[in-house]
């Protein structure tokens, strides 16, 4: 007995993949950015990611069964990254461009109040290990739950949440090192750097288990 | 939560603020993605010509049709979207555009195309 397999007409599908495409444009782009930390980059992320889902999408639909496609997306952007890295063999070839993400989001004032600390904030999510700082983008930058974030990451809810636990923790140790740091510059002499703070806090994180 | 870092969670919500796509990189985009769906029409047209020769085919034109009929509309709240956008100067621009995207994306397309 064969499987029946229902082909909706193509208009449709297009209809309702321009939905899609509207819907998490923004999102695709911001996760892009983040994870890249280059608009270029971020802009041919983007562009690859809905061409790769334009492709697969009818049968994205059929095997979704109802479920938000949002995950599906960013699974792929989250693909397409990894193979960009493969590919040049390296990493963001240049931080995240700061200045402008701020000036794009947030007000003068803000800018002048919190710059310094969001830009520790940022600096410190470029420390971590890739997989926790895409689900902190995930989880911060998109609004997604832990099940979308287990769905695109292709993990279990739990294993997830652990992963999402384990990134805050390690970000807390990486930013409270470097707002120690100039407290004791000076007077410090063991020479430690942010990436010090980040590989002792993932030693730690990972001393109570595996993120897996 | 340490001293340093009292809410960490709300830090990172204002520092991964969502990034808004440039307007550039939209109106590419939506050129590919409505290029795709015009080639896809003209493919149809072509080859519904062909089948025309071979009986075989004379049932298939029909559905060809409906397709091709439909197809132009299917991409049209991002048509309407970009009208709302550009400004007339810029309209050949966005064509000239267009069309080089149309002849970059062309392998592109023949895979879609063998897809859908």
């Known amino acids: 007995m064969t499987e029946q397999v229902s082909h909706k007409p193509k208009a449709q599908l297009d209809a309702e993949f321009s939905e899609l495409y509207r819907a998490h444009l923004r999102d695709v782009y911001s996760y892009a950015y983040y994870r890249v930390g280059d608009h270029h980059d971020a802009e041919d992320l983007t562009e690859q990611t809905f061409l790769q889902a334009y492709r697969h999408f009818e049968r994205a639909q059929r095997e979704s069964h109802g479920r938000p496609l949002r995950p599906w997306l960013i699974r792929i952007a989250h693909n397409l990254a990894a193979n960009l890295y493969r590919d040049r063999s390296r990493k963001p070839a240049s931080p995240i461009d700061e200045t402008t993400t701020l000036a794009a989001l947030h007000t003068t004032e803000q800018l002048v109040e919190g710059r310094d600390e969001l830009s520790r904030v940022l600096d410190g999510v470029r420390l971590l290990p890739d997989d926790r700082r895409e689900a902190l983008i995930m989880r911060f930058a998109l609004g997604m739950d832990n099940r979308e974030i287990a769905r695109a990451l292709g993990r279990s809810d739990g294993a997830t949440k652990v992963l999402i636990h384990r990134a805050i923790r390690q970000l807390e140790e990486i930013v409270g090192d470097r707002d120690a740091a100039p407290a004791a510059e000076g007077g410090r002499s063991d020479g430690r750097t942010p990436q010090d703070a980040a590989g002792r806090a993932a030693t730690n994180a990972r001393g109570s288990g595996s993120d897996d | ?116």
């Open chain 2, 1 to 116: 939560m340490t001293e340093a870092t009292p809410n960490l969670e709300g830090l990172l919500r204002e520092a991964l603020a969502p990034v808004e796509p440039p307007e550039d990189l939209v109106e590419r985009l939506e050129s590919t993605l409505m290029s795709i769906t015009e080639m896809a029409v003209d493919e149809l047209e072509a080859w519904e010509l062909s089948a025309m020769r071979d009986p075989r085919n004379w049932g298939r034109p029909a559905a060809a049709i409906v397709l091709g009929g439909t197809a132009g509309a299917a991409l049209v709240l991002l048509r309407a979207r970009r009208r709302a956008h550009v400004a007339p100067a810029g309209v050949s621009g966005v064509r000239d555009s267009a069309e080089r995207t149309i002849r970059d994306l062309g392998r592109e397309t023949r895979k879609l195309l063998g897809n859908l």
